[in-house]
T-cell receptor
Framework: GQQLNQSPQSMFIQEGEDVSMNCTSS?????WLWYKQEPGEGPVLLIA?????ELTSNGRLTAQFGITRKDSFLNISASIPSDVGIYFC????????????FGAGTRLTVKP | KAGVTQTPRYLIKTRGQQVTLSCSPI?????VSWYQQTPGQGLQFLFE???????NKGNFPGRFSGRQFSNSRSEMNVSTLELGDSALYLC?????????????FGDGTRLSIL
């Protein structure tokens, strides 16, 4: 099946710094989504992208759907301690097919 | 609005047993998908149900099965449990499962096989 390559695997940053992570695929996706998962909980949807080139913000988070449809990035500005968690990208590429493919996740640690 | 509810939250079983997990989707959501999450393999798609029918299936053995009821609630069953089945099982729901309708996850059932 299609693989999503997510990088970096982990990040250790200082509070206040900006963060950038990305996902690439060898195949095209029609929808890109970004989720955050904290210990003991399920993934929570952060941003959904539906159109190539789309740039969407949610507070301090900004995500873009790559023009080629094969990549997406997520930026977090002015990080705070509660940003700690694992961030996953996910892609969907078939109408009516709820088979999402996930990246392996980026584990974010924020030092106060 | 209540989110996706999964029960139980934790479960301990032994090899060879079977287990049934339950998922109640967000009210009005008719598509329910199941995922297995492990440290080694990440999030992997098991199957999706819509209108009481399995619409899509991932690459898991037949020991993994599911069903959906008329109220959209779904159950997942794993028979003849193996050690490797230890994982967090996540359920996600969306309105109809079509593109443009992101999935919302429950907090999962953590299954441990002894």
């Amino acid at each position: 099946g299609q693989q999503l390559n997510q990088s970096p695997q982990s990040m250790f940053i200082q509070e206040g710094e900006d963060v950038s992570m990305n996902c690439t695929s060898s195949s095209i996706f029609n929808t890109w989504l970004w989720y955050k998962q904290e210990p003991g909980e399920g993934p929570v949807l952060l941003i959904a992208l539906y159109k190539a080139g789309e740039l969407t913000s949610n507070g301090r988070l900004t995500a873009q759907f790559g023009i080629t449809r094969k990549d997406s990035f997520l930026n977090i500005s002015a990080s705070i301690p509660s940003d700690v968690g694992i961030y996953f990208c996910a892609g969907q590429n078939k109408r009516g097919n709820n088979d999402m493919r996930f990246g392996a996740g980026t584990r974010l640690t924020v030092k106060p | 609005k209540a989110g996706v509810t999964q029960t139980p939250r934790y479960l301990i079983k032994t090899r060879g047993q079977q287990v049934t997990l339950s998922c109640s989707p967000i009210s009005g959501h008719r598509s329910v998908s199941w995922y297995q999450q492990t440290p080694g393999q990440g999030l992997q798609f098991l199957f999706e149900y819509f209108s009481e029918t399995q619409r899509n299936k991932g690459n898991f053995p037949g020991r993994f099965s599911g069903r959906q009821f008329s109220n959209s609630r779904s159950e997942m069953n794993v028979s003849t449990l193996e050690l490797g089945d230890s994982a967090l099982y996540l359920c996600a729901s969306s309105l109809t499962g079509n593109l443009g309708q992101p999935q919302h996850f429950g907090d999962g059932t953590r299954l441990s096989i002894l």
